[in-house]
């Protein structure tokens, strides 16, 4: 299973910006699909799809996030970004990566979820 690591988080204020990078496992990665999910705090929040991109660089974006995210990728170090700008309070979360096969897509991760990293956006 592909392993995978996030950081870049942070605390930071409304308007603000901030740059994830997720690095995976394996030799597969130049293949995969790889995605973004956020997990809002509360309780019963579940992991939400925030942003994709495929192996031939085709991005999807959650309609919460079109226009302030942007997902990259670079396939030599095995890493995504997301870069995140005019980042509001309910963008507040914990931000996970994992990689798919063929499509962007809610489900049929074949990674094992991080630890992810926080982001907090307050004033």
């Known amino acids: 299973q592909v392993q995978l690591v996030e950081s870049g988080g942070g605390l930071v204020q409304p308007g603000e910006s901030l740059r994830l990078s997720c690095v995976a496992s394996g030799n597969l990665f130049i293949i995969h699909t790889m995605v973004w999910y956020r997990q809002r705090p509360g309780p019963g929040n579940q992991r939400e799809l925030v942003?994709?991109?495929?192996?031939?660089?085709?991005?999807s974006y959650a309609d919460s996030v079109k226009g302030r995210f942007a997902i990259s990728r670079d396939n030599a170090k095995k890493t995504v970004y997301l870069q995140m700008n005019s980042l509001k309070p309910e963008d507040t979360a914990v931000y996970y990566c994992?990689?798919?096969?063929?499509?962007?897509?809610?489900?049929?991760?074949?990674?094992?979820w991080g630890q992810g990293t926080q982001v907090t956006v307050s004033s």
């Open positions: 994992n990689a798919q096969i063929g499509p962007i897509r809610e489900e049929g991760n074949v990674g094992s």
């Open positions: 942003a994709g991109i495929t192996a031939g660089f085709t991005t």
